[in-house]
Every structure is written in structure tokens, then in C-alpha cells.
């Protein structure tokens, strides 16, 4: 995890837990092509961070495109609209452990970002 940033730095070896491409979208019963009630993307990791921080990871390989920034911030109101029931969704299906806090931190991880990134960036909510 220590190649995704310096929020993953010195876990110490501890074990947060993992989820990949963590669904978001509505589904009928459960989560499946066929249960799709409406389009869905699918985060590529869900963990924690080394303050214990629920993290939404995005990772891309040679996408310049600014759609990245529009993706994670999809992601990021489908979390805050829902995040008491994902909490339990996560705890039951992983071994992540949450904090009480409904914070969490949304990350993107690229090789290569559009030249107006920074720009972007700036407007994004911390």
C-alpha cells in the first residue's frame, strides 16, 4: 500500500483490510450485471489510511483525461449520501474496522494527469 502515497506510508503491518472494486449504483438484492437497477461504476479500493481514515482509492494508468476528477467525486456523493449503510456494508464484508467519525478521503492514484489538474484541484472539498 506504501506505493499509493504518503497516507499509506508506515502501516506497520497492520492489517486494515482491502476491498476491491467496491460497487456503487443500485442493485436488487445483490450485487451482480443481472441485479443492476442502475448504472454502476466500481471504486477500485476501499481501505483505510494510516490515521485509520476510511480511503476511496481510484487508480489509473496513463488517463489524462479530466473525467478522472468527475469519477471521484462521484464516488465521493454516493459515499457521503450513504455512508451509514455502506459502514455496515464494509464491516460485514471485510476486516476493516471503521471509526464512529463518517469521515473519509477519496485519493486517485495516476501516472499521468491532465495538464489543468492542478487547476481542478483547487475546487475540490477537503
Known amino acids: 500500500m506504501a506505493i499509493l502515497g504518503e497516507d499509506f506510508y508506515q502501516l506497520q503491518g497492520k492489517d486494515l483490510g482491502v476491498l476491491r472494486e467496491f460497487p456503487t449504483g443500485v442493485f436488487k438484492n445483490k450485487v451482480s450485471n443481472n441485479t443492476r437497477i442502475l448504472p454502476a461504476e466500481f471504486i477500485d479500493i476501499v481501505t483505510l489510511n494510516k490515521w485509520k481514515k476510511l480511503s476511496i482509492i481510484e487508480l489509473k494508468v496513463n ?14 456523493l454516493f459515499f457521503a449520501c450513504y ?6 456494508l464494509i ?8 471509526q464512529d467519525s463518517d469521515e473519509f478521503v477519496c485519493y486517485v492514484v495516476n501516472n499521468h494527469f491532465h495538464p489543468k ?9 477537503k
Open 63 to 76: 488517463d489524462p483525461s479530466l473525467e478522472v476528477v468527475t469519477q471521484l467525486i462521484d464516488y465521493a
Open 83 to 88: 455512508i451509514k449503510d455502506l459502514k455496515k
Open 91 to 98: 464491516e460485514d464484508n471485510s476486516s476493516i474496522k471503521l
Open 117 to 125: 489538474f492542478n487547476n481542478v484541484l483547487k475546487w475540490t472539498v
